[in-house]
């Protein structure tokens, strides 16, 4: 695979398409509403605490809608081993999103691409998490809320994300139709993350809440 942080550079700035991850979906309506606008991946959360987590029968019903060239991805939290197997032996998963305290020696134990969310505030050193996890697709980066392991529905500070990460980023937290195009100009992401922002209720997206942020999106990329 060669040094994974340095293949990965030129991923981040303003001359890519910035990509878009729908997550939280729990409805084959929504997983198609986010299909049609174009987005490039849906997320499903298998953490049983979330309001947003999905069985594997109805993962596998959410990944079987969908259109071809939409990448589906697993979100777990510390989460047994044996259980991200179940998973994966009954959900057809592109990628894996890890949101707990994984070691790199986990999250590679699977033989599956991997994000790997941190929570972001001043403490947080994001270089030496692209050191440790240098065998990562990315880092996903979300708000620190204490207990919160992600969804919070709460920005941070985008100011903290260093310009010379080696590896491309996602940025997610707080992102809506409002605040999208400021947070794509400002951090320049490989790509954007929501949940909340596109729901009418925990778990339950609204079209056209994901139409206006999709076409915020691809108007910051014009």
């Known amino acids: ?74 979100l777990f939290v510390n989460a047994d081993s044996s259980v991200v197997r179940e998973v994966l032996a009954g959900v057809p998963l592109d990628l894996m999103q890890f949101h707990g305290d994984e070691t790199p020696e986990y999250c590679a134990q699977f033989g ?18 692209t050191e440790r996890y240098a065998a990562a697709k990315g880092l996903l980066l979300d708000a620190h809320v204490e207990g919160v392991p992600g969804g919070t529905g709460k920005a941070f500070d985008w100011t903290l994300i260093p310009r ?21 100009k400002q951090v320049q992401p490989y790509a954007v993350d929501v949940s909340s922002g596109v729901e009418a209720g925990k778990g339950i997206k609204d079209a056209a809440k994901i139409a206006r942020f999709m076409q915020e999106v691809k108007r910051t990329d014009v």
């Open 112 to 129: 599956k691409p991997y994000l790997k969310a941190i929570r972001v505030r001043k403490e947080v050193d994001l270089l030496q998490y």
């Open 164 to 184: 010379n990460l080696s590896m491309p980023v996602i940025l997610s937290g707080g992102l809506n139709a409002e605040n999208v195009a400021a947070a794509i």
């Open 1 to 74: 695979m060669g040094n994974a942080a340095n293949d990965k550079k030129g991923f981040t700035g303003s001359n890519v398409l910035t990509r878009v991850k729908i997550c939280g979906i729990t409805r084959l309506e929504d997983a198609l509403a986010a299909a049609h606008n174009g987005a490039d991946a849906i997320g499903l959360v298998f953490y049983q605490h979330s309001p947003r987590h999905v069985g594997i029968e109805l993962a596998a019903k959410l990944a079987g809608v969908l259109p071809p060239f939409v990448s589906v991805v697993g």
